[in-house]
């Protein structure tokens, strides 16, 4: 891996990227008002496309470009203004309520057209991390060895993690601690299970008659709230190398579970390569691979943004491949997604209600205030604003007490447009570097367990396009050490971050039984991941 500023043929070459993002070239203006922008970043690639005729200084060739203007400018910060809490952003309901809404759902999605979303590519490395971490220095770990022995035979995958040791030759791992590191290794090599290689998505997490994994969980419940007009539908986003491996696993989950591709329509689709992004050095020079070429890699959670928008449904559900509870706790986790569904029904209707109103030319400042009190959206009173304002795609976020994992939670935030807006944001979306920043940000109590239900046709029943409303500046600059070297890496505004900045946004607080990841190993001996 080297670090090259890029060359005239390789930006020729690079054309063939298609971003998204940044991508917003005026032709018309010509060559040197384009250079003489912020875009003089990296003045390597500004001389190598001052050589370059201006008919063939494509809008692919800016979008690698605007990459580099991104490292050159670095990531920008969130403003917050407040944590979103329980009733002055995060709506709360009664019992009575809530079954208003579970009620309401159920009675209309037979006649929507429903999908899950599930994003499913991430490999298993970091679950098996620690593994990896004891393997490596046992004596430094040695009392965790053995606690987590103590409770093994409880995972899904034992029996076949016994075969595989019974193949190499393994002694019982109760025999002694070396058998026990020696058990450890089979789990994660590659001439054992070689399970840190796989997705998480194949792995088996819970343990009935059989062992499901966390495809096959997703399924089963899909059945209970994403079953519209069109059956039941699920989309699982993964790695392309695994394709196969991931409709295997679904033949073998649709058969455990007594379904037919006839009650069950499952598609994939992968992040696409026109999304993947430049890598830089400490220096901001762009990587190249050991081949010469430049250097892209995917662009993060953000890139699914794409995926998410060529899918043609009213309703869509969205949820982690890793937050799958055992089927015990299902009652709880299907009365909360009718309830999301509910919420997100109910606030359309009303959002229809005024967009019927715009349609004929009025704006009711009542009906306005009726829909912005019970909600806490900030929806413009002006007539022109409030007509932009409710063509954008809708989304209810469920809310779980913040119980100190890592990752988003719920804020206003600082709106150009609005002058606030909820947010999800992740820490590193934050100035930490600023007391009042980091104090508000430390002040939520909630967290984003990423379960979501969205809208993706306007009020008048037409396809949104998606990347109409993202916050673009919420890119972010990411460092990784790849052979042996700290690099930057762009990633886009993440999915349900930036890539939503500009949604109509509602917070519902739901259960903590509703959020199971599995982060490590260990995650998979917790109570609501064992019968």
């Not at 500004?46 to 580099?68: C, F, K, N, V, Y």
Request: glycine share 6%; proline share 3%.
């Amino acid at each position: 891996m080297k670090a090259f500023p890029l060359n005239r043929g390789e930006m020729l070459h690079h054309r063939i990227f298609k971003f998204r993002y940044w991508g917003r070239f005026d032709h018309n203006r010509g060559k040197s008002k384009w250079l003489s922008r912020a875009y003089k970043v990296n003045r390597n690639i500004a001389l190598a496309l001052q050589s370059m005729p201006t008919e063939i200084i494509s809008a692919d060739s800016a979008r690698i470009e605007q990459q580099m203007s991104c490292f050159e400018k670095g990531a920008n910060h969130i403003k917050l203004l407040r944590a979103a809490t329980l009733k002055a952003g995060i709506q709360s309901f009664s019992s009575d309520e809530r079954q208003v809404f579970v009620d309401l759902y159920t009675s209309r999605k037979s006649n929507l057209d429903i999908v899950k979303f599930v994003p499913a590519s991430g490999a298993a490395s970091r679950m098996f991390k620690q593994i990896s971490a004891w393997i490596e220095n046992p004596t430094e770990h040695r009392k965790l060895i053995m606690n987590f022995f103590k409770e093994a035979d409880k995972l899904a995958f034992m029996e076949v993690w016994s075969e595989k040791a019974a193949e190499n030759g393994l002694n019982a791992f109760e025999l002694s601690f070396d058998d026990k590191v020696n058990w450890l290794k089979v789990l994660v090599q590659r001439e054992g299970l070689g399970l840190d290689e796989l997705p998480k998505g194949l792995i088996p997490f819970h343990k009935y008659e059989h062992s499901a994994t966390a495809v096959e969980e997703h399924i089963y419940e899909l059945m209970e709230y994403a079953n519209g007009k069109s059956g039941a539908k699920v989309h699982f986003t993964i790695s392309k190398e695994y394709e196969a491996a991931f409709k295997e696993e679904v033949a073998r989950a649709l058969e455990h579970l007594g379904f037919n591709s006839d009650q069950v329509e499952i598609s994939y689709s992968s992040q696409k390569s026109e999304t993947d992004t430049l890598s830089t050095n400490s220096k901001g020079e762009a990587l190249k691979d050991e081949n010469g070429q430049l250097l892209f890699r995917p662009g993060g959670h953000g890139a699914l943004l794409q995926n998410l928008n060529d899918l043609d449904a009213e309703i869509i559900f969205i949820k982690n491949i890793d937050n799958v509870s055992h089927r015990r706790f299902k009652d709880v986790n299907v009365e909360n997604k009718l309830l999301l569904g509910g919420v997100l029904i109910t606030l359309r209707d009303e959002l229809l209600m005024l967009h019927n109103q715009v349609s004929k030319g009025l704006v009711d400042a009542v009906s306005i205030d009726q829909v912005r009190d019970r909600w806490g959206l900030r929806i413009p009173r002006e007539y022109l604003k409030l007509k932009e304002y409710i063509k954008r795609p809708i989304r209810v976020c469920g809310m779980v007490k913040n119980q100190g994992e890592p990752g988003g939670g719920p804020f206003w935030c600082l709106d150009k447009r609005t002058g606030e807006s909820l947010q999800i944001v992740e820490q590193f979306q934050v100035d930490r570097g600023n007391m009042r920043q980091e104090m508000i940000l430390s002040s939520s109590a909630h967290f984003n367990p990423v379960d979501l239900v969205c809208c993706v046709r306007d009020l008048e029943d037409n396809k949104i396009n998606l990347n109409d409303f993202v916050d673009d500046e919420q890119y972010f600059i990411a460092e990784k050490i790849i052979d042996g070297e700290t690099v930057k890496v762009l990633e886009w505004p993440g999915l349900w971050n930036g890539a939503m900045a500009n949604w109509i946004t509602v917070f519902v607080e739901v259960p903590i039984e509703t959020f199971n990841p599995v982060k490590e190993l260990n995650d998979l001996l917790r109570p609501n991941h064992l019968g």
